[in-house]
């Protein structure tokens, strides 16, 4: 068993080149940069590099090139320098074909490799080796770079080396692959002498068996003489090679050596935790409540020179080549001035008003972004990250961030990088010198600076602060060992991040266990840079440090955190403030024992109450004593010093107008369709309605029938319908700035058993019926919204039927309540009276059956003969603090004996507790049989609860479309943990009658929910 010799690749970077991704070469190996690559084709598969040489000079680089003017990032020679005196044998399993290849070689048949000591553009340029042979075929080269020696500039050893490149051939039209490169420190124990009898110079190949037939590694010399050849098998990746020779120039079938070198692995370790994209504690997640994860174009404050901007999906891999399925990205084309993008996920002018970044906290960026299109860094091939510091006017500009793309995939490009060390561009490139200091109030990204429209897109910007620890830290890993070596894992800190110099915190783990907690009780509080070394007894097999320290700071709490459910509201008034628009609600969410205060800076704006405990609400009002016609804006604050990301803040928005001059409502009934036939039983009622000062109400009438007597309008009143928070975001995304916009829809549950007989069929609820919606503001304007005439047919019903009585329709309930409903369903059939066919659903979810089979009076009265006519009524208790405070769907699902179903009663309603935490969660739902989402997402829809399931698939863009009926009901079982609606780009809570638990999304719509919905789970 030979020790494998310590690899460059594998030691700097955990990860050798072994040709399994992209990221094994540098980038200008990929792109139209200088020098030019003069490659095509080129593919990354099992394990080996593939292209075509398309002039007489083909290269590929090992080591990227620090880029002048360029931010230090990522996998570059000034950050991972190659130790030229360590570091001297360079060895590549590599194989040539096409034209013009000959055995012995012809002219332009050799390799060479490039290097630098001082980036690639060094006084003199770079320095380049002695040409040696190379030939058609699998081989396997070794060669000693000092005694190589150099045709031009310093010779390998005399510096650190920031660059390699490689030259496989002087030909065009070549087909290259290669299998891996290795470069490693020269150990004369690793070498072993090869030795064969028999006369003539022979070919010397390795094979990993001993069937050539099947193929081979590769040959590593050619017409040896003297019947012993020297190899450095320390040098060759992890394997099992066996000997082969032939008489050179033979193509016979070789001897094999009786036995094989047996190659040991480099285990690798990659720390996980501290993680390299920093804590959990990222400033949009905490601090806006909102993580710039593009799932909405609100996690984008403003942009200049871009267009066509969406959120949208796209078939992405990350720089190493894997593939990660549709990704969902904010994208994009720079316009009008081409080359300078501007993409502000905070601008000073927005939420940068209110949120600053403090970088102090704030420091470790992650981001994720990408172009498609040739690699070239002359031309625009280079992003920026670009902050303003609040009190300043001008703002710090990073040097250039080099992309990583490629012309015919959407490559994923995650930029790490330490924000107090990244570099600024000289001034006055960089017209502010102040760097990642104080508090930034404006923070944007340049996604490319070429002059011709470019589409770009990005998948999210984090901003995190360094993991915390108090009394421990679990230290976590990735490790890898192919060999048979059985090394154990120590530990380190040390305070600098360098030189593997530091104090020990464990020895003799197991790497394979994957995590150590650490006692951090006894350590001052500090920074600790952490690092593991992997030991075979006294030698140091592997070592790395992790990315970033973490901070020891014993007196850190975490903290919990407080969210707003609004973040604007539109008011609207008369001068003499005689009409005004209501009190608006904003709910706190946050942990149960939390104190928070609410303050206002306007005199004409009030807020009620001013402090609270917990989950709650408080309301904004506008008083009277206005100026003349104006817009005018405030701010409402919310701190609290027990959460993280205090203060909060709502921004309210006011036009006062001229008494007089207010508008009449603007709206539309929506549904039922007009003259639609055959309705029974339930049916809903619904539309929109908004005003600029505020919709009192929306009333249902209808035409009189017979000798009825009608209102003073001609019409009999039926009820008013009810406005629900939520339930129409394209209303809401079409009307943005008028009050009250969020609570647009309205809705009725309309019980046709109870109209009066008009025809058709003898009995209530049969005949021709025509419904007027009339939308009443507060300052006294009346319009009606529309009419739809319906004709009913409950005489020949086929469902059961009836309504919920408790909660009323927009009712605002508390603590345990009971809800009551009735359910009838025609002759012959009868609905089980143990009520087992009855099942109690709120959000979607089911919560149990009702106690049924109760009289009552005016149920017997009104419907009998039915064979539950005098045990119509059921009843159920629900415990609300179960469930968050807001808006929430109640309904009943009805089965008879025959197995005919329906939903009845559907119904919105709202429940208020103090001190509900947001996750209140629906903890009494009953556990019904779910399948396993093995292939994706599946749907069930209806009201059938043991219906199979249905696949999803989804659009070409990685969207799924699911289409409900009115008052449907739907499961998505999907394994999220989380979701959010997105109303005009901004993300919002999941829709009422929706309802998210063991990874499956319920939803049960009511009355005034129509239109599209965007969800993003």
């Given at each position: 068993?030979?020790?494998?010799?310590?690899?460059?690749?594998?030691?700097?970077?955990?990860?050798?080149?072994?040709?399994?991704?992209?990221?094994?070469?540098?980038?200008?190996?990929?792109?139209?940069?200088?020098?030019?690559?003069?490659?095509?084709?080129?593919?990354?598969?099992?394990?080996?590099?593939?292209?075509?040489?398309?002039?007489?000079?083909?290269?590929?680089?090992?080591?990227?090139?620090?880029?002048?003017?360029?931010?230090?990032?990522?996998?570059?020679?000034?950050?991972?320098?190659?130790?030229?005196?360590?570091?001297?044998?360079?060895?590549?399993?590599?194989?040539?074909?096409?034209?013009?290849?000959?055995?012995?070689?012809?002219?332009?048949?050799?390799?060479?490799?490039?290097?630098?000591?001082?980036?690639?553009?060094?006084?003199?340029?770079?320095?380049?080796?002695?040409?040696?042979?190379?030939?058609?075929?699998?081989?396997?080269?070794?060669?000693?770079?000092?005694?190589?020696?150099?045709?031009?500039?310093?010779?390998?050893?005399?510096?650190?080396?920031?660059?390699?490149?490689?030259?496989?051939?002087?030909?065009?039209?070549?087909?290259?692959?290669?299998?891996?490169?290795?470069?490693?420190?020269?150990?004369?124990?690793?070498?072993?002498?090869?030795?064969?009898?028999?006369?003539?110079?022979?070919?010397?190949?390795?094979?990993?068996?001993?069937?050539?037939?099947?193929?081979?590694?590769?040959?590593?010399?050619?017409?040896?003489?003297?019947?012993?050849?020297?190899?450095?098998?320390?040098?060759?990746?992890?394997?099992?090679?066996?000997?082969?020779?032939?008489?050179?120039?033979?193509?016979?079938?070789?001897?094999?050596?009786?036995?094989?070198?047996?190659?040991?692995?480099?285990?690798?370790?990659?720390?996980?935790?501290?993680?390299?994209?920093?804590?959990?504690?990222?400033?949009?997640?905490?601090?806006?409540n909102n993580a710039w994860d593009m799932n909405a174009l609100s996690d984008i404050d403003y942009t200049i020179n871009a267009a066509g901007l969406s959120i949208t999906n796209i078939a992405a891999q990350d720089e190493a080549g894997n593939p990660l399925g549709n990704v969902r990205v904010f994208a994009g084309t720079t316009s009008q001035n081409f080359g300078d993008p501007e993409i502000f996920p905070l601008w000073w002018w927005k939420r940068g008003l209110d949120y600053r970044i403090d970088t102090n906290r704030y420091r470790i960026l992650s981001l994720k972004w990408g172009i498609v299109g040739n690699r070239d860094?002359?031309?625009?091939?280079?992003?920026?990250?670009?902050?303003?510091?609040?009190?300043?006017?001008?703002?710090?500009?990073?040097?250039?961030?080099?992309?990583?793309?490629?012309?015919?995939?959407?490559?994923?490009?995650?930029?790490?990088?330490?924000?107090?060390?990244?570099?600024?561009?000289?001034?006055?490139?960089?017209?502010?010198?102040?760097?990642?200091?104080?508090?930034?109030?404006?923070?944007?990204?340049?996604?490319?600076?070429?002059?011709?429209?470019?589409?770009?897109?990005?998948?999210?910007?984090?901003?995190?602060?360094?993991?915390?620890?108090?009394?421990?830290?679990?230290?976590?890993?990735?490790?890898?060992?192919?060999?048979?070596?059985?090394?154990?894992?120590?530990?380190?800190?040390?305070?600098?991040?360098?030189?593997?110099?530091?104090?020990?915190?464990?020895?003799?783990?197991?790497?394979?266990?994957?995590?150590?907690?650490?006692?951090?009780?006894?350590?001052?509080?500090?920074?600790?840079?952490?690092?593991?070394?992997?030991?075979?007894?006294?030698?140091?097999?592997?070592?790395?440090?992790?990315?970033?320290?973490?901070?020891?700071?014993?007196?850190?709490?975490?903290?919990?955190?407080?969210?707003?459910?609004?973040?604007?509201?539109?008011?609207?008034?008369?001068?003499?403030?005689?009409?005004?628009?209501?009190?608006?609600?904003?709910?706190?969410?946050?942990?149960?024992?939390?104190?928070?205060?609410?303050?206002?800076?306007?005199?004409?704006?009030?807020?009620?109450?001013?402090?609270?405990?917990?989950?709650?609400?408080?309301?904004?009002?506008?008083?009277?004593?206005?100026?003349?016609?104006?817009?005018?804006?405030?701010?409402?604050?919310?701190?609290?010093?027990?959460?993280?990301?205090?203060?909060?803040?709502?921004?309210?928005?006011?036009?006062?107008?001229?008494?007089?001059?207010?508008?009449?409502?603007?709206?539309?009934?929506?549904?039922?369709?007009?003259?639609?036939?055959?309705?029974?039983?339930?049916?809903?009622?619904?539309?929109?309605?908004?005003?600029?000062?505020?919709?009192?109400?929306?009333?249902?009438?209808?035409?009189?029938?017979?000798?009825?007597?009608?209102?003073?309008?001609?019409?009999?009143?039926?009820?008013?319908?009810?406005?629900?928070?939520?339930?129409?975001?394209?209303?809401?995304?079409?009307?943005?700035?008028?009050?009250?916009?969020?609570?647009?829809?309205?809705?009725?549950?309309?019980?046709?058993?109870?109209?009066?007989?008009?025809?058709?069929?003898?009995?209530?609820?049969?005949?021709?019926?025509?419904?007027?919606?009339?939308?009443?503001?507060?300052?006294?304007?009346?319009?009606?919204?529309?009419?739809?005439?319906?004709?009913?047919?409950?005489?020949?019903?086929?469902?059961?039927?009836?309504?919920?009585?408790?909660?009323?329709?927009?009712?605002?309930?508390?603590?345990?309540?009971?809800?009551?409903?009735?359910?009838?369903?025609?002759?012959?059939?009868?609905?089980?009276?143990?009520?087992?066919?009855?099942?109690?659903?709120?959000?979607?979810?089911?919560?149990?059956?009702?106690?049924?089979?109760?009289?009552?009076?005016?149920?017997?009265?009104?419907?009998?003969?039915?064979?539950?006519?005098?045990?119509?009524?059921?009843?159920?208790?629900?415990?609300?603090?179960?469930?968050?405070?807001?808006?929430?769907?109640?309904?009943?699902?009805?089965?008879?004996?025959?197995?005919?179903?329906?939903?009845?009663?559907?119904?919105?309603?709202?429940?208020?507790?103090?001190?509900?935490?947001?996750?209140?969660?629906?903890?009494?739902?009953?556990?019904?049989?779910?399948?396993?989402?093995?292939?994706?997402?599946?749907?069930?829809?209806?009201?059938?609860?043991?219906?199979?399931?249905?696949?999803?698939?989804?659009?070409?863009?990685?969207?799924?479309?699911?289409?409900?009926?009115?008052?449907?009901?739907?499961?998505?079982?999907?394994?999220?943990?989380?979701?959010?609606?997105?109303?005009?780009?901004?993300?919002?809570?999941?829709?009422?009658?929706?309802?998210?638990?063991?990874?499956?999304?319920?939803?049960?719509?009511?009355?005034?929910?129509?239109?599209?919905?965007?969800?993003?789970?």
């Amino acid at each position: 068993m030979y020790r494998a010799a310590d690899d460059y690749a594998t030691l700097a970077f955990q990860d050798p080149w072994d040709m399994n991704q992209w990221t094994d070469l540098g980038w200008y190996t990929f792109g139209i940069d200088q020098p030019y690559s003069s490659l095509t084709n080129i593919n990354f598969s099992g394990g080996i590099f593939s292209a075509t040489s398309t002039t007489s000079n083909p290269n590929f680089w090992l080591l990227d090139t620090y880029t002048l003017g360029s931010a230090p990032l990522g996998k570059i020679g000034s950050l991972f320098p190659i130790d030229s005196v360590k570091y001297r044998r360079f060895l590549i399993r590599m194989n040539l074909s096409g034209p013009g290849l000959t055995n012995p070689p012809a002219a332009g048949q050799s390799a060479q490799l490039l290097w630098s000591n001082n980036s690639l553009y060094q006084a003199g340029g770079p320095s380049t080796s002695n040409a040696f042979f190379t030939y058609p075929g699998w081989w396997v080269y070794s060669v000693d770079l000092p005694t190589l020696g150099v045709a031009a500039n310093a010779s390998w050893s005399s510096h650190p080396v920031d660059s390699l490149r490689f030259d496989p051939v002087y030909l065009s039209a070549i087909n290259i692959s290669v299998g891996w490169a290795r470069l490693v420190a020269d150990d004369p124990s690793l070498y072993s002498q090869i030795t064969w009898t028999g006369s003539g110079p022979v070919d010397i190949f390795l094979d990993n068996d001993t069937n050539f037939g099947n193929g081979y590694v590769g040959q590593i010399a050619g017409s040896a003489t003297g019947n012993s050849y020297q190899f450095y098998v320390g040098g060759l990746p992890k394997g099992t090679y066996y000997v082969a020779i032939r008489p050179a120039g033979s193509t016979s079938t070789p001897a094999y050596s009786p036995g094989a070198w047996m190659v040991n692995d480099i285990p690798t370790l990659v720390f996980t935790s501290p993680s390299p994209e920093g804590s959990a504690d990222d400033f949009a997640t905490v601090q806006l409540n909102n993580a710039w994860d593009m799932n909405a174009l609100s996690d984008i404050d403003y942009t200049i020179n871009a267009a066509g901007l969406s959120i949208t999906n796209i078939a992405a891999q990350d720089e190493a080549g894997n593939p990660l399925g549709n990704v969902r990205v904010f994208a994009g084309t720079t316009s009008q001035n081409f080359g300078d993008p501007e993409i502000f996920p905070l601008w000073w002018w927005k939420r940068g008003l209110d949120y600053r970044i403090d970088t102090n906290r704030y420091r470790i960026l992650s981001l994720k972004w990408g172009i498609v299109g040739n690699r070239d860094i002359n031309n625009g091939s280079i992003g920026r990250i670009i902050w303003k510091v609040n009190g300043e006017s001008v703002e710090n500009v990073s040097d250039d961030i080099i992309l990583r793309h490629l012309p015919n995939a959407n490559v994923i490009q995650n930029v790490i990088a330490d924000m107090k060390t990244l570099r600024l561009e000289d001034p006055p490139g960089s017209p502010s010198t102040t760097g990642w200091n104080g508090l930034v109030d404006g923070f944007r990204i340049k996604p490319d600076e070429f002059s011709n429209p470019t589409n770009f897109y990005i998948q999210s910007v984090k901003l995190s602060a360094l993991e915390r620890a108090t009394s421990s830290y679990t230290i976590q890993w990735n490790y890898s060992n192919q060999g048979s070596a059985a090394p154990t894992l120590q530990l380190y800190w040390d305070s600098t991040g360098s030189g593997f110099a530091g104090n020990l915190i464990a020895s003799s783990l197991s790497p394979a266990a994957g995590s150590y907690a650490w006692n951090t009780s006894v350590l001052p509080n500090g920074t600790y840079y952490i690092y593991g070394r992997l030991m075979n007894g006294n030698t140091v097999m592997n070592q790395a440090y992790a990315r970033w320290p973490i901070v020891v700071d014993h007196s850190y709490q975490i903290l919990p955190t407080m969210a707003l459910d609004r973040m604007d509201v539109w008011f609207g008034a008369t001068n003499n403030g005689s009409t005004v628009t209501g009190p608006q609600t904003v709910q706190v969410i946050t942990a149960p024992g939390v104190s928070w205060s609410v303050s206002s800076n306007r005199s004409f704006m009030t807020v009620s109450p001013a402090s609270g405990v917990g989950s709650g609400t408080f309301t904004i009002s506008i008083q009277g004593g206005l100026p003349s016609p104006a817009s005018m804006d405030g701010v409402v604050t919310v701190t609290s010093t027990g959460v993280s990301n205090s203060p909060q803040y709502v921004h309210m928005f006011l036009n006062v107008m001229n008494s007089g001059s207010t508008a009449a409502p603007v709206g539309s009934f929506d549904t039922p369709v007009n003259n639609v036939t055959g309705v029974a039983g339930n049916i809903p009622v619904t539309g929109w309605a908004l005003d600029d000062i505020e919709i009192l109400k929306v009333q249902i009438w209808r035409d009189p029938v017979g000798s009825e007597s009608p209102a003073a309008n001609g019409l009999i009143y039926i009820a008013d319908a009810t406005f629900v928070a939520g339930a129409r975001p394209d209303v809401q995304t079409a009307y943005p700035n008028y009050p009250l916009n969020d609570r647009a829809g309205w809705g009725y549950m309309m019980l046709t058993n109870f109209l009066p007989n008009n025809g058709v069929a003898p009995g209530p609820g049969n005949g021709v019926y025509k419904l007027h919606a009339i939308a009443i503001d507060r300052d006294g304007h009346t319009v009606e919204l529309g009419t739809k005439t319906i004709s009913c047919d409950n005489a020949h019903a086929t469902k059961p039927f009836g309504t919920i009585d408790t909660p009323g329709q927009g009712a605002t309930v508390s603590g345990t309540i009971v809800n009551f409903g009735w359910a009838l369903t025609q002759q012959p059939y009868v609905i089980p009276t143990d009520g087992s066919t009855i099942w109690v659903t709120v959000d979607g979810q089911v919560l149990g059956h009702p106690v049924y089979n109760q009289y009552r009076s005016d149920i017997a009265t009104s419907f009998p003969g039915y064979a539950n006519s005098t045990g119509a009524v059921g009843y159920h208790f629900l415990d609300t603090t179960t469930l968050t405070n807001g808006v929430h769907n109640i309904g009943w699902l009805v089965y008879d004996n025959a197995g005919r179903g329906d939903g009845i009663g559907s119904r919105f309603f709202s429940v208020l507790n103090s001190g509900t935490g947001p996750t209140a969660a629906l903890a009494e739902a009953m556990e019904l049989p779910t399948t396993e989402a093995t292939g994706g997402v599946r749907l069930r829809r209806g009201y059938d609860l043991y219906r199979e399931p249905e696949p999803l698939i989804p659009d070409n863009d990685g969207t799924m479309t699911v289409e409900m009926e009115e008052l449907g009901r739907i499961e998505l079982q999907l394994g999220a943990t989380a979701g959010h609606l997105v109303v005009n780009g901004e993300r919002h809570p999941l829709p009422p009658g929706s309802s998210l638990k063991g990874g499956v999304f319920y939803y049960q719509l009511a009355p005034g929910c129509l239109g599209v919905y965007p969800l993003v789970f």
